[in-house]
Protein backbone atom coordinates (compact mmCIF):
# COMPACT_ATOMS: atom_id res chain seq x y z
CA UNK A 1 0.00 0.00 0.00
CA UNK A 2 1.06 3.55 -0.50
CA UNK A 3 0.33 7.11 0.52
CA UNK A 4 1.03 11.01 0.57
CA UNK A 5 0.40 11.20 4.27
CA UNK A 6 0.99 8.94 7.58
CA UNK A 7 -2.72 9.19 8.46
CA UNK A 8 -3.90 7.78 5.38
CA UNK A 9 -1.10 5.07 6.03
CA UNK A 10 -2.58 4.24 9.59
CA UNK A 11 -6.44 4.56 8.24
CA UNK A 12 -5.30 1.85 5.69
CA UNK A 13 -3.60 -0.43 8.31
CA UNK A 14 -7.15 -0.34 10.45
CA UNK A 15 -9.10 -0.43 7.27
CA UNK A 16 -7.47 -3.83 6.56
CA UNK A 17 -7.16 -5.20 9.39
CA UNK A 18 -11.18 -5.07 9.74
CA UNK A 19 -11.97 -6.62 6.50
CA UNK A 20 -9.56 -9.54 7.44
CA UNK A 21 -11.06 -10.02 10.96
CA UNK A 22 -14.53 -9.84 9.20
CA UNK A 23 -13.35 -13.23 7.62
CA UNK A 24 -12.06 -14.79 10.98
CA UNK A 25 -8.60 -13.86 9.49
CA UNK A 26 -5.69 -11.93 11.57
CA UNK A 27 -3.45 -10.00 9.03
CA UNK A 28 -0.09 -9.58 10.29
CA UNK A 29 3.73 -8.98 9.15
CA UNK A 30 3.26 -5.28 8.54
CA UNK A 31 6.12 -3.66 6.97
CA UNK A 32 6.75 0.19 6.44
CA UNK A 33 9.30 2.90 5.45
CA UNK A 34 7.61 5.49 7.18
CA UNK A 35 8.59 5.19 11.28
CA UNK A 36 5.89 7.23 12.53
CA UNK A 37 3.23 4.61 10.54
CA UNK A 38 5.48 1.73 12.33
CA UNK A 39 4.79 3.45 15.63
CA UNK A 40 1.34 3.51 15.11
CA UNK A 41 1.00 -0.32 14.09
CA UNK A 42 0.81 -2.68 17.03
CA UNK A 43 3.82 -4.65 17.50
CA UNK A 44 2.25 -7.95 17.23
CA UNK A 45 1.46 -6.97 14.09
CA UNK A 46 4.52 -5.80 12.62
CA UNK A 47 6.52 -8.14 10.56
CA UNK A 48 10.26 -9.46 12.48
CA UNK A 49 12.12 -9.53 9.78
CA UNK A 50 13.54 -6.12 8.53
CA UNK A 51 13.46 -6.46 4.93
CA UNK A 52 11.44 -8.12 2.15
CA UNK A 53 11.07 -9.68 -0.73
CA UNK A 54 8.18 -8.19 -3.39
CA UNK A 55 8.16 -10.46 -6.30
CA UNK A 56 11.71 -11.96 -6.01
CA UNK A 57 13.28 -8.53 -5.47
CA UNK A 58 14.65 -7.91 -1.75
CA UNK A 59 13.55 -4.22 -0.40
CA UNK A 60 14.98 -2.56 2.41
CA UNK A 61 12.42 -0.09 4.27
CA UNK A 62 14.49 1.78 5.49
CA UNK A 63 16.89 3.09 2.67
CA UNK A 64 13.58 2.79 0.46
CA UNK A 65 15.77 0.73 -2.00
CA UNK A 66 15.47 -2.49 -4.05
CA UNK A 67 18.44 -4.54 -4.29
CA UNK A 68 19.35 -7.51 -7.14
CA UNK A 69 22.55 -8.94 -6.73
CA UNK A 70 24.27 -10.56 -9.71
CA UNK A 71 24.75 -14.41 -9.22
CA UNK A 72 26.48 -14.97 -12.26
CA UNK A 73 29.46 -16.96 -11.77
CA UNK A 74 31.68 -18.93 -14.07
CA UNK A 75 31.88 -22.68 -13.83
CA UNK A 76 34.20 -25.43 -15.43
CA UNK A 77 32.27 -26.86 -18.83
CA UNK A 78 29.14 -24.44 -18.81
CA UNK A 79 26.63 -25.91 -21.36
CA UNK A 80 23.69 -23.76 -23.13
CA UNK A 81 21.36 -25.33 -20.19
CA UNK A 82 23.58 -23.84 -17.37
CA UNK A 83 24.34 -20.99 -19.07
CA UNK A 84 20.25 -19.79 -19.47
CA UNK A 85 19.67 -21.23 -15.54
CA UNK A 86 22.16 -18.80 -14.47
CA UNK A 87 21.41 -16.05 -16.39
CA UNK A 88 17.87 -16.47 -15.06
CA UNK A 89 18.44 -16.91 -11.18
CA UNK A 90 18.65 -13.13 -10.60
CA UNK A 91 14.76 -12.79 -10.86
CA UNK A 92 13.27 -15.98 -8.64
CA UNK A 93 9.67 -14.97 -6.94
CA UNK A 94 8.78 -18.89 -7.16
CA UNK A 95 12.59 -19.55 -5.07
CA UNK A 96 13.28 -22.32 -7.94
CA UNK A 97 16.66 -22.52 -6.78
CA UNK A 98 16.50 -22.57 -3.19
CA UNK A 99 17.67 -26.04 -1.83
CA UNK A 100 14.59 -28.23 -0.91
CA UNK A 101 13.61 -29.31 2.76
CA UNK A 102 15.10 -32.71 4.04
CA UNK A 103 12.06 -34.54 3.30
CA UNK A 104 11.56 -33.22 -0.48
CA UNK A 105 14.80 -34.24 -0.75
CA UNK A 106 14.62 -37.66 0.58
CA UNK A 107 11.90 -37.96 -1.87
CA UNK A 108 13.74 -36.95 -4.69
CA UNK A 109 16.32 -39.06 -4.03
CA UNK A 110 14.19 -41.96 -3.96
CA UNK A 111 12.24 -41.07 -6.94
CA UNK A 112 15.74 -41.03 -8.95
CA UNK A 113 17.11 -44.03 -7.23
CA UNK A 114 13.78 -46.26 -8.34
CA UNK A 115 13.70 -44.66 -12.22
CA UNK A 116 17.81 -45.40 -12.76
CA UNK A 117 18.47 -47.67 -15.09
CA UNK A 118 14.89 -47.68 -16.80
CA UNK A 119 14.31 -48.44 -20.14
CA UNK A 120 11.26 -49.11 -21.65
CA UNK A 121 10.91 -50.41 -25.86
CA UNK A 122 7.81 -50.32 -28.16
CA UNK A 123 7.62 -50.75 -31.46
CA UNK A 124 7.51 -48.10 -34.23
CA UNK A 125 4.85 -49.03 -35.89
CA UNK A 126 1.13 -49.23 -34.26
CA UNK A 127 -0.56 -50.89 -37.30
CA UNK A 128 -0.01 -52.27 -40.89
CA UNK A 129 -2.31 -49.88 -42.33
CA UNK A 130 -3.93 -52.44 -44.55
CA UNK A 131 -6.83 -51.45 -46.95
CA UNK A 132 -8.77 -54.12 -44.88
CA UNK A 133 -7.94 -53.42 -41.58
CA UNK A 134 -10.61 -52.31 -39.31
CA UNK A 135 -9.57 -49.80 -36.15
CA UNK A 136 -10.95 -49.14 -32.82
CA UNK A 137 -10.26 -46.30 -30.26
CA UNK A 138 -10.66 -47.89 -26.10
CA UNK A 139 -10.41 -44.80 -24.07
CA UNK A 140 -9.14 -45.66 -20.22
CA UNK A 141 -10.10 -43.03 -17.69
CA UNK A 142 -9.53 -42.68 -13.76
CA UNK A 143 -9.14 -40.34 -11.11
CA UNK A 144 -7.84 -40.49 -7.27
CA UNK A 145 -7.37 -37.66 -4.74
CA UNK A 146 -3.63 -37.08 -6.44
CA UNK A 147 -4.27 -36.79 -10.40
CA UNK A 148 -6.55 -37.83 -13.16
CA UNK A 149 -5.66 -39.57 -15.85
CA UNK A 150 -6.42 -40.96 -19.60
CA UNK A 151 -5.01 -42.80 -22.17
CA UNK A 152 -5.94 -43.92 -25.85
CA UNK A 153 -5.56 -47.11 -27.38
CA UNK A 154 -5.68 -48.02 -31.14
CA UNK A 155 -7.31 -51.40 -31.79
CA UNK A 156 -6.68 -52.83 -35.14
CA UNK A 157 -7.78 -55.88 -36.85
CA UNK A 158 -6.35 -56.93 -40.01
CA UNK A 159 -7.86 -59.48 -42.45
CA UNK A 160 -7.14 -62.49 -41.24
CA UNK A 161 -8.69 -61.43 -37.80
CA UNK A 162 -5.64 -60.98 -35.96
CA UNK A 163 -5.72 -58.13 -33.54
CA UNK A 164 -3.43 -55.92 -32.16
CA UNK A 165 -3.49 -53.30 -29.51
CA UNK A 166 -1.20 -50.00 -29.43
CA UNK A 167 -0.57 -47.56 -27.08
CA UNK A 168 -1.02 -43.86 -29.06
CA UNK A 169 -1.64 -41.25 -26.15
CA UNK A 170 -1.51 -40.66 -22.51
CA UNK A 171 -2.53 -37.45 -20.36
CA UNK A 172 -2.39 -36.67 -16.68
CA UNK A 173 -3.07 -33.70 -14.31
CA UNK A 174 -2.22 -33.02 -10.49
CA UNK A 175 -5.19 -32.49 -8.75
CA UNK A 176 -5.60 -29.06 -7.48
CA UNK A 177 -3.50 -28.60 -4.37
CA UNK A 178 -5.77 -26.41 -2.52
CA UNK A 179 -8.34 -28.79 -2.40
CA UNK A 180 -8.13 -31.11 0.60
CA UNK A 181 -11.77 -32.92 1.48
CA UNK A 182 -11.75 -36.13 -0.82
CA UNK A 183 -15.69 -36.48 -0.71
CA UNK A 184 -15.68 -33.12 -2.16
CA UNK A 185 -12.72 -32.84 -4.77
CA UNK A 186 -13.55 -36.86 -5.91
CA UNK A 187 -16.44 -36.60 -7.99
CA UNK A 188 -15.08 -33.50 -9.79
CA UNK A 189 -12.48 -35.17 -10.45
CA UNK A 190 -13.73 -38.02 -12.02
CA UNK A 191 -15.80 -35.88 -14.02
CA UNK A 192 -12.46 -34.15 -15.47
CA UNK A 193 -11.43 -37.31 -15.93
CA UNK A 194 -13.91 -38.21 -18.01
CA UNK A 195 -13.36 -34.72 -19.93
CA UNK A 196 -9.91 -35.63 -20.81
CA UNK A 197 -10.75 -38.29 -21.66
CA UNK A 198 -12.96 -37.25 -24.44
CA UNK A 199 -10.67 -34.26 -25.38
CA UNK A 200 -7.85 -36.84 -26.08
CA UNK A 201 -9.93 -39.37 -28.08
CA UNK A 202 -11.08 -36.15 -30.53
CA UNK A 203 -7.72 -35.34 -30.65
CA UNK A 204 -6.35 -38.91 -31.56
CA UNK A 205 -9.30 -38.55 -34.15
CA UNK A 206 -8.02 -35.74 -35.55
CA UNK A 207 -4.87 -36.69 -36.24
CA UNK A 208 -5.20 -40.20 -37.45
CA UNK A 209 -7.80 -39.81 -39.95
CA UNK A 210 -8.60 -43.39 -40.29
CA UNK A 211 -11.93 -45.08 -40.53
CA UNK A 212 -13.18 -46.03 -37.04
CA UNK A 213 -15.53 -48.85 -36.38
CA UNK A 214 -16.39 -47.84 -32.71
CA UNK A 215 -15.06 -46.19 -29.93
CA UNK A 216 -15.38 -47.05 -26.60
CA UNK A 217 -14.77 -44.94 -23.27
CA UNK A 218 -13.98 -47.50 -20.00
CA UNK A 219 -14.07 -45.49 -16.78
CA UNK A 220 -13.88 -47.01 -13.35
CA UNK A 221 -14.00 -45.86 -9.62
CA UNK A 222 -17.52 -44.58 -8.78
CA UNK A 223 -20.50 -43.37 -10.65
CA UNK A 224 -21.09 -40.08 -9.94
CA UNK A 225 -19.77 -38.35 -12.21
CA UNK A 226 -22.24 -41.15 -14.84
CA UNK A 227 -24.58 -39.78 -12.78
CA UNK A 228 -24.07 -36.31 -13.45
CA UNK A 229 -23.79 -36.93 -17.18
CA UNK A 230 -27.78 -38.20 -16.99
CA UNK A 231 -28.56 -35.87 -15.12
CA UNK A 232 -30.93 -33.21 -15.91
CA UNK A 233 -31.26 -31.35 -12.95
CA UNK A 234 -28.62 -28.04 -11.87
CA UNK A 235 -25.44 -29.50 -10.40
CA UNK A 236 -23.55 -26.31 -10.38
CA UNK A 237 -21.96 -24.42 -13.32
CA UNK A 238 -19.14 -26.30 -13.00
CA UNK A 239 -20.29 -29.94 -13.59
CA UNK A 240 -23.03 -28.51 -16.23
CA UNK A 241 -20.10 -26.80 -18.26
CA UNK A 242 -18.11 -29.88 -18.28
CA UNK A 243 -21.13 -32.78 -19.08
CA UNK A 244 -21.84 -30.46 -21.97
CA UNK A 245 -18.92 -31.10 -23.37
CA UNK A 246 -18.47 -34.32 -23.08
CA UNK A 247 -21.73 -34.86 -24.02
CA UNK A 248 -21.45 -32.90 -27.28
CA UNK A 249 -18.28 -34.95 -27.91
CA UNK A 250 -20.05 -38.04 -28.08
CA UNK A 251 -23.04 -37.01 -29.62
CA UNK A 252 -20.43 -35.69 -32.32
CA UNK A 253 -18.75 -38.99 -32.91
CA UNK A 254 -22.00 -40.93 -33.33
CA UNK A 255 -23.51 -38.09 -35.48
CA UNK A 256 -20.36 -38.96 -38.00
CA UNK A 257 -21.88 -42.50 -38.23
CA UNK A 258 -19.57 -44.30 -35.38
CA UNK A 259 -21.19 -46.26 -32.68
CA UNK A 260 -19.88 -45.16 -29.37
CA UNK A 261 -19.98 -46.60 -25.52
CA UNK A 262 -19.43 -45.54 -22.12
CA UNK A 263 -18.46 -48.65 -20.00
CA UNK A 264 -17.95 -49.18 -16.24
CA UNK A 265 -15.09 -51.28 -15.83
CA UNK A 266 -13.23 -52.55 -12.79
CA UNK A 267 -9.84 -50.75 -11.29
CA UNK A 268 -7.66 -53.68 -11.77
CA UNK A 269 -8.87 -54.09 -15.58
CA UNK A 270 -7.95 -50.59 -16.10
CA UNK A 271 -5.00 -49.05 -17.08
CA UNK A 272 -5.34 -45.70 -16.47
CA UNK A 273 -5.15 -46.34 -13.06
CA UNK A 274 -1.04 -46.82 -12.84
CA UNK A 275 -1.59 -42.71 -13.93
CA UNK A 276 -3.01 -42.08 -10.90
CA UNK A 277 -1.27 -43.95 -8.32
CA UNK A 278 2.53 -44.11 -9.50
CA UNK A 279 3.98 -47.57 -10.00
CA UNK A 280 7.70 -48.27 -9.80
CA UNK A 281 10.04 -49.29 -12.51
CA UNK A 282 9.49 -53.53 -11.30
CA UNK A 283 5.64 -52.60 -11.55
CA UNK A 284 5.50 -50.44 -14.74
CA UNK A 285 7.93 -52.84 -17.12
CA UNK A 286 5.36 -55.33 -17.48
CA UNK A 287 1.90 -53.65 -16.72
CA UNK A 288 -0.54 -53.20 -19.31
CA UNK A 289 0.10 -49.80 -19.34
CA UNK A 290 1.80 -50.15 -22.73
CA UNK A 291 -0.63 -52.49 -24.64
CA UNK A 292 -3.81 -51.98 -23.02
CA UNK A 293 -5.99 -55.14 -21.04
CA UNK A 294 -5.09 -58.06 -22.63
CA UNK A 295 -9.26 -58.77 -23.58
CA UNK A 296 -8.41 -55.78 -26.26
CA UNK A 297 -6.27 -58.12 -28.51
CA UNK A 298 -9.20 -60.90 -27.90
CA UNK A 299 -12.16 -61.30 -30.21
CA UNK A 300 -15.12 -58.78 -29.42
CA UNK A 301 -17.42 -61.86 -27.96
CA UNK A 302 -14.30 -62.75 -25.46
CA UNK A 303 -14.70 -58.87 -24.03
CA UNK A 304 -15.69 -59.25 -20.14
CA UNK A 305 -18.89 -58.88 -18.80
CA UNK A 306 -18.80 -54.73 -18.09
CA UNK A 307 -21.84 -52.13 -17.38
CA UNK A 308 -22.70 -50.15 -20.29
CA UNK A 309 -23.74 -46.87 -19.09
CA UNK A 310 -26.45 -44.98 -21.82
CA UNK A 311 -26.14 -41.16 -21.49
CA UNK A 312 -29.14 -39.86 -21.41
CA UNK A 313 -29.51 -37.55 -24.55
CA UNK A 314 -32.78 -36.55 -23.01
CA UNK A 315 -30.58 -34.00 -21.79
CA UNK A 316 -29.33 -32.91 -24.71
CA UNK A 317 -32.93 -33.11 -26.55
CA UNK A 318 -33.81 -30.90 -23.59
CA UNK A 319 -31.50 -28.23 -24.53
CA UNK A 320 -31.67 -28.03 -28.08
CA UNK A 321 -35.70 -27.55 -27.13
CA UNK A 322 -34.91 -24.84 -25.57
CA UNK A 323 -35.70 -21.60 -27.34
CA UNK A 324 -32.46 -20.86 -28.98
CA UNK A 325 -31.42 -19.02 -32.24
CA UNK A 326 -30.66 -22.32 -34.08
CA UNK A 327 -34.35 -22.98 -32.69
CA UNK A 328 -36.02 -19.76 -33.42
CA UNK A 329 -34.52 -19.90 -37.42
CA UNK A 330 -36.20 -23.25 -37.84
CA UNK A 331 -39.55 -22.11 -36.35
CA UNK A 332 -39.18 -18.96 -39.00
CA UNK A 333 -38.62 -21.25 -41.52
CA UNK A 334 -41.41 -23.75 -40.78
CA UNK A 335 -44.05 -20.44 -40.66
CA UNK A 336 -43.17 -19.08 -43.62
CA UNK A 337 -45.58 -19.38 -46.34
CA UNK A 338 -44.13 -17.84 -49.85
CA UNK A 339 -41.40 -18.74 -50.95
CA UNK A 340 -39.94 -15.47 -51.56
CA UNK A 341 -40.01 -14.98 -48.19
CA UNK A 342 -38.58 -18.29 -47.34
CA UNK A 343 -35.27 -17.56 -49.56
CA UNK A 344 -34.53 -14.36 -47.84
CA UNK A 345 -34.85 -15.96 -44.62
CA UNK A 346 -32.58 -18.87 -45.85
CA UNK A 347 -30.24 -16.36 -47.05
CA UNK A 348 -30.76 -13.86 -44.19
CA UNK A 349 -29.65 -17.55 -42.05
CA UNK A 350 -26.94 -19.12 -44.54
CA UNK A 351 -24.88 -15.24 -43.93
CA UNK A 352 -25.32 -14.39 -40.77
CA UNK A 353 -25.82 -17.53 -38.24
CA UNK A 354 -24.73 -20.68 -40.26
CA UNK A 355 -21.27 -20.39 -40.95
CA UNK A 356 -20.46 -19.51 -37.43
CA UNK A 357 -22.70 -22.42 -35.47
CA UNK A 358 -20.98 -25.62 -34.08
CA UNK A 359 -21.19 -28.94 -36.20
CA UNK A 360 -23.45 -30.44 -33.83
CA UNK A 361 -26.14 -27.25 -34.37
CA UNK A 362 -25.05 -26.95 -38.11
CA UNK A 363 -26.77 -30.51 -38.12
CA UNK A 364 -29.76 -29.98 -36.25
CA UNK A 365 -30.27 -27.10 -39.02
CA UNK A 366 -29.54 -29.50 -42.14
CA UNK A 367 -31.85 -31.79 -40.40
CA UNK A 368 -34.72 -29.54 -39.76
CA UNK A 369 -33.91 -27.29 -42.74
CA UNK A 370 -33.19 -29.14 -45.81
CA UNK A 371 -33.54 -26.51 -48.15
CA UNK A 372 -29.96 -25.14 -46.57
CA UNK A 373 -28.26 -28.27 -48.90
CA UNK A 374 -28.94 -26.41 -51.88
CA UNK A 375 -28.28 -23.02 -50.51
CA UNK A 376 -24.68 -24.06 -50.08
CA UNK A 377 -24.03 -25.02 -53.81
CA UNK A 378 -26.76 -21.96 -54.69
CA UNK A 379 -24.41 -18.78 -55.39
CA UNK A 380 -27.40 -16.60 -56.25
CA UNK A 381 -29.26 -17.53 -53.31
CA UNK A 382 -26.11 -16.90 -50.77
CA UNK A 383 -25.39 -13.36 -52.04
CA UNK A 384 -27.45 -11.68 -49.16
CA UNK A 385 -27.51 -7.73 -49.41
CA UNK A 386 -29.12 -4.84 -47.05
CA UNK A 387 -32.17 -5.62 -48.15
CA UNK A 388 -32.95 -9.29 -47.51
CA UNK A 389 -31.36 -8.57 -43.93
CA UNK A 390 -33.99 -6.02 -43.10
CA UNK A 391 -36.79 -8.33 -44.36
CA UNK A 392 -35.67 -11.10 -42.83
CA UNK A 393 -34.99 -9.00 -39.13
CA UNK A 394 -38.82 -7.76 -40.23
CA UNK A 395 -40.29 -10.98 -40.55
CA UNK A 396 -38.71 -12.53 -37.62
CA UNK A 397 -40.13 -9.49 -35.30
CA UNK A 398 -43.51 -10.41 -36.90
CA UNK A 399 -43.30 -13.97 -36.19
CA UNK A 400 -42.26 -13.19 -32.70
CA UNK A 401 -45.68 -10.69 -32.32
CA UNK A 402 -48.14 -13.15 -33.15
CA UNK A 403 -47.72 -14.56 -29.39
CA UNK A 404 -49.46 -10.60 -28.57
CA UNK A 405 -52.61 -11.00 -27.78
CA UNK A 406 -55.56 -8.61 -27.44
CA UNK A 407 -55.31 -8.77 -23.43
CA UNK A 408 -51.67 -8.13 -23.53
CA UNK A 409 -51.74 -4.94 -25.84
CA UNK A 410 -54.88 -3.95 -23.48
CA UNK A 411 -52.93 -4.87 -20.20
CA UNK A 412 -50.21 -2.24 -21.90
CA UNK A 413 -52.54 0.50 -22.99
CA UNK A 414 -50.57 2.81 -21.49
CA UNK A 415 -47.54 2.22 -24.46
CA UNK A 416 -49.82 3.11 -27.29
CA UNK A 417 -49.47 0.54 -29.09
CA UNK A 418 -50.22 0.20 -32.70
CA UNK A 419 -49.22 -1.38 -36.07
CA UNK A 420 -46.94 0.28 -38.54
CA UNK A 421 -47.05 0.18 -42.20
CA UNK A 422 -45.31 -3.20 -42.36
CA UNK A 423 -47.41 -4.67 -39.77
CA UNK A 424 -45.34 -3.98 -37.07
CA UNK A 425 -46.51 -3.80 -33.30
CA UNK A 426 -44.54 -0.36 -32.00
CA UNK A 427 -44.55 2.02 -29.01
CA UNK A 428 -45.51 5.13 -30.49
CA UNK A 429 -44.12 7.86 -27.93
CA UNK A 430 -44.91 11.65 -27.76
CA UNK A 431 -41.78 13.07 -28.70
CA UNK A 432 -41.74 13.84 -32.36
CA UNK A 433 -38.48 15.11 -34.07
CA UNK A 434 -36.86 14.94 -37.45
CA UNK A 435 -33.28 14.74 -36.13
CA UNK A 436 -34.78 11.40 -34.16
CA UNK A 437 -34.33 7.83 -36.26
CA UNK A 438 -37.74 5.98 -36.81
CA UNK A 439 -36.86 2.68 -34.04
CA UNK A 440 -35.73 5.63 -31.87
CA UNK A 441 -39.04 7.23 -31.67
CA UNK A 442 -41.40 4.50 -32.02
CA UNK A 443 -39.73 2.02 -30.62
CA UNK A 444 -40.90 -1.66 -31.92
CA UNK A 445 -42.37 -3.75 -29.23
CA UNK A 446 -40.03 -7.28 -27.80
CA UNK A 447 -41.92 -9.43 -25.54
CA UNK A 448 -40.29 -10.17 -22.01
CA UNK A 449 -38.57 -13.20 -21.72
CA UNK A 450 -38.92 -13.98 -25.54
CA UNK A 451 -35.46 -15.50 -27.22
CA UNK A 452 -35.84 -12.98 -29.48
CA UNK A 453 -35.31 -10.19 -27.38
CA UNK A 454 -32.43 -11.75 -25.64
CA UNK A 455 -30.63 -11.57 -29.09
CA UNK A 456 -31.14 -8.02 -30.04
CA UNK A 457 -30.33 -7.55 -26.12
CA UNK A 458 -27.19 -9.25 -26.69
CA UNK A 459 -26.25 -7.72 -30.55
CA UNK A 460 -26.49 -4.13 -28.44
CA UNK A 461 -24.43 -4.85 -25.99
CA UNK A 462 -21.94 -6.44 -28.21
CA UNK A 463 -22.01 -3.63 -30.62
CA UNK A 464 -21.90 -1.42 -28.40
CA UNK A 465 -18.79 -2.13 -26.69
CA UNK A 466 -20.43 -3.66 -23.69
Request: charged residues 25%; glycine residues 2%; contains cysteine.
Amino acid sequence: MTDVSTNSLVEKYHACKTVFKNMSTNLRQFLTNDIECKKQIQSKDLAKSCSVKIFGISWDPESDFYSIPCKLCYSENPTKRKVLKVAHSNFDPHAWDDPLSPSHDATWRAICENAKGFIVTFPRAITASGEDDRYELHAFVDASIRAFAAVVYLRSIDKHGTVRSSLLMARQRLAPINSQTKTLIVPRLELLALLIGARLTSFVMEELQLKLERIRIYYSDSKVALHWLQSTHNNGLFVNNRCKEIQRRLTSWISKGIPTYLHYISSELNPADCATRGFNKEELANHMWWTGPKFLVAPLEDFPNMEHFQWNTEIEDAKQQQPSPVNVAIHAIRTCQKSETGNLVLKFLRKTVFEKLRDDSKLLLRENIPELAIIAVNLILCLCNTTDMEIAEKLLIKLMQRKVTTSVIKKWNNFSITKDENGILRCFGRIRSNHLARDTLDTILLLPHHTLTRLVIEHLQISSGH
